[in-house]
């Protein structure tokens, strides 16, 4: 439900986190979640009507090409600095991410390699207040870059104490969910590993199962076998999954450029995504 900007900014409890039209936002790599200025590819930021923002970025393009996944951690990265700068999330809480869709909207293989430069507009479709602090929100997001790639997204992500947060990691996973094993499609299973020279995950929390490791998975296997592009993917998450014991990646390859797929754990469904590729895949072996 939308609301006015009296009622947000009431919700989102001013002066803690809510900032003015057009002024400009600190930036550092920890407000984004990284460690290091490298991987901060957000290069400023300004706030926007209604308490959402606008931020520009730069990022190296990697293996001669744009990658969907690089696309996605900038809206990662600009959906958390909106958390904590315009929301008032405080620094020391814990994200958890419920759900993230990105679409392409232009082939990436059509922007120019060298640097992706552009901006991106995030901002609140809902927000959950408790207490005057705000412990979840839908954001939405835009980016346009290198004056031809557009992309929209969505991401739902709760916010919890330390406390909390322990308490949540205590608790296992009792779904029993896998494929249909009746689906005549191509399906592929394969062990998720975290490839840590890879920049987007270089300094990465790696004691759980992130989302940037699954679709950096996601893109791995496709150019393994030689399949097309992502154009854009759903990635919503049922369950909190720790990084050990590895969990296992399953795709499947419908008819046309459509596929499906799980994170799986134990036997049990930890994430469920949905995705489309700008092609179709090639034959691959089960």
Known sequence: MARSDKETRAVWGMPVGYVTDDAQLPLSPAAAHKQHDRSLWLRSAE??????????????????????AQIMEIQRQAGILHAHRQLGVPTDDVFILNDIELRVQWPLTSVPVRTVRGRIRVRSAEASPVRSRVRGAEQRFSVEANGGLRA???????????????RIRDQRSTASRSMDSRHRGLVR?????????????????????????????IERSLRAHGDALLASLSLRF????????APELELRFAAGRRFQGVLAQDAAVYAELDGRLLAAPQRMDG
């Open 47 to 68: 706030a926007s009507r209604g308490g959402g923002i606008t931020a520009t970025f730069g990022m190296p393009a990697c293996g001669g090409r744009v990658r969907f």
């Open 189 to 217: 299973r394969e062990a998720l590993v975290v490839d840590r020279a890879d920049p987007i995950l270089s300094d990465h929390d790696v004691d759980h199962v992130s989302a940037m490791s699954v679709v950096c998975a």
């Open 152 to 166: 929209e997204g969505t991401s739902r992500a709760s916010f919890v104490s330390k406390a909390v947060f322990r």
């Open 238 to 245: 049922l369950s909190y999954c720790e990084a050990d014991p």
